[in-house]
């Protein structure tokens, strides 16, 4: 089984390293129309790649790693512990949990991938979907202060 999602999930890690590395305190306390700030978004790509990396540690024994989730009723409740973690520390706990996820994927057998795939755990695969859609945002509002 080809592995695309391990290039494509460092491509979006080191696109992920290089924002965080640049991003002001300034930027990170930025304001998207939702009320969310860089820094939470940031916290919050932090939440999804440490939960991915649990559910391939099931994977991984075997398991089934979730049942399905409520996203929308998840992010609310996360949204007041992700503006609680300083802005800063967000944006390491972003990073580290996509290195240690990314470390992971590198490791999964074809075998584990497809099975991953087999029960609707794609997800946990390509991190960089998820990842990507945030970076964008992220920079989209950046360019618009620019601008």
Same mark, same amino acid.
Not at 53 to 70: N, R, T, V, Y
């Given at each position: 089984?080809?592995?695309?999602?391990?290039?494509e999930?460092?491509?979006?890690?080191?696109r992920?390293?290089?924002?965080?590395?640049?991003? /002001? @305190?300034?930027?990170?306390?930025? %304001?998207?129309?939702?009320g969310? %700030?860089?820094?939470?978004?940031?916290?919050?790509l932090?939440?999804? @790649?440490?939960?991915s990396?649990?559910?391939?540690? =099931? *994977?991984?024994?075997?398991?089934?790693? /979730?049942?399905?989730? $409520?996203? $929308?009723?998840?992010? @609310?409740?996360?949204?007041?512990?992700?503006?609680?973690?300083a802005?800063?520390?967000?944006?390491?706990?972003?990073?580290?949990?996509?290195? =240690?996820v990314?470390?992971?994927?590198?490791?999964?057998s @074809?075998?584990?991938?497809a099975?991953?795939?087999?029960v609707?755990?794609?997800?946990?695969?390509?991190?960089?979907v998820?990842?990507k859609?945030?970076? $964008?945002? *992220?920079?989209?509002?950046?360019?618009?202060?620019v601008?």
């Amino acid at each position: 089984m080809e592995k695309a999602f391990i290039a494509e999930n460092t491509r979006e890690r080191k696109r992920l390293k290089l924002l965080v590395e640049r991003l /002001s @305190d300034a930027q990170l306390a930025m %304001t998207f129309p939702y009320g969310w %700030t860089v820094a939470m978004a940031l916290a919050h790509l932090a939440f999804w @790649d440490h939960r991915s990396f649990i559910a391939l540690q =099931k *994977i991984k024994a075997g398991g089934k790693a /979730s049942e399905p989730l $409520d996203y $929308d009723t998840i992010n @609310d409740a996360l949204a007041p512990l992700c503006q609680a973690i300083a802005p800063r520390e967000a944006a390491r706990l972003a990073l580290e949990a996509a290195e =240690k996820v990314d470390a992971d994927l590198e490791t999964i057998s @074809d075998e584990q991938a497809a099975a991953a795939e087999a029960v609707g755990e794609r997800a946990r695969l390509y991190r960089c979907v998820h990842r990507k859609m945030h970076l $964008d945002e *992220i920079e989209a509002l950046l360019n618009r202060t620019v601008g």
